[in-house]
């Protein structure tokens, strides 16, 4: 059943990986390319968690490599919703790695995707409004409006004039 509003925790996409040889770099470093896919699939299963319907990458809007992540290492990622608009979905992805030694994760990466909804044609539907509930998801929530009127400033699809939520940053 499609509904009208989804919390973000029901979005949540976990996805664990083992780094093999054929994963990395001549350096034993995973290959950013093999990172970008599992964030693709992780952010994919979110989007789809939240509206149910069949989901397309429309773009990467941004991606930290804050630290290499070595072979044999086990990369743990996170994928959730942070808002929705009328047809997209901004995901936000979380990459962490296991510390064997200190018995510990921590965050290594992440990354922020857009995904659309598409009908059976492949034409953009409505999704469902999403529902923020912890401090995180709330932070999350509210800048991706900031990134989104930016990323429309920069596509040249919305004057800078109409980009409330920036000029809100910049004005007192």
């Known amino acids: 059943m499609i509904r009208n509003k989804v919390f973000a925790k029901e979005t949540l996409s976990i996805?664990?990986?083992?780094?093999l040889p054929n994963d990395t770099n001549v350096l034993g470093n995973?290959?950013?390319?093999?990172?970008?896919?599992?964030?693709?699939?992780?952010?994919?299963?979110?989007?789809?968690?939240?509206?149910?319907r069949v989901v397309v990458t429309a773009s990467v809007n941004n991606v930290s490599f804050n630290q290499p992540i070595k072979l044999g290492q086990i990369v743990t990622l996170h994928g959730k919703v942070s808002r929705s608009f009328n047809s997209s979905?901004?995901?936000f992805i979380d990459v962490w790695v296991e510390d064997n030694a200190a018995d510990k994760k921590i965050k290594c990466n992440e990354a922020i995707y857009t995904f659309?909804?598409?009908?059976?044609?492949?034409?953009?539907?409505?999704?469902?409004?999403?529902?923020?509930e912890t401090d995180e998801e709330k932070d999350r929530h509210q800048g991706a409006?900031?990134?989104?009127?930016?990323?429309?400033?920069?596509?040249g699809k919305m004057k800078p004039a109409d980009a409330t939520e920036l000029k809100a940053l910049f004005t007192i």
Do not use: F, N
Request: aromatic share 4%; hydrophobic share 55%.
């Open 116 to 132: 659309v909804a598409v009908d059976q044609l492949g034409y953009p539907i409505a999704v469902p409004e999403l529902i923020p």
């Open 145 to 155: 409006l900031r990134r989104k009127q930016l990323s429309l400033i920069l596509a």
């Open 30 to 52: 995973l290959m950013g390319g093999r990172l970008l896919h599992w964030m693709d699939i992780v952010a994919a299963i979110s989007a789809h968690r939240h509206c149910h």
């Open 89 to 91: 979905m901004e995901v």
């Open 15 to 19: 996805q664990t990986e083992l780094v």
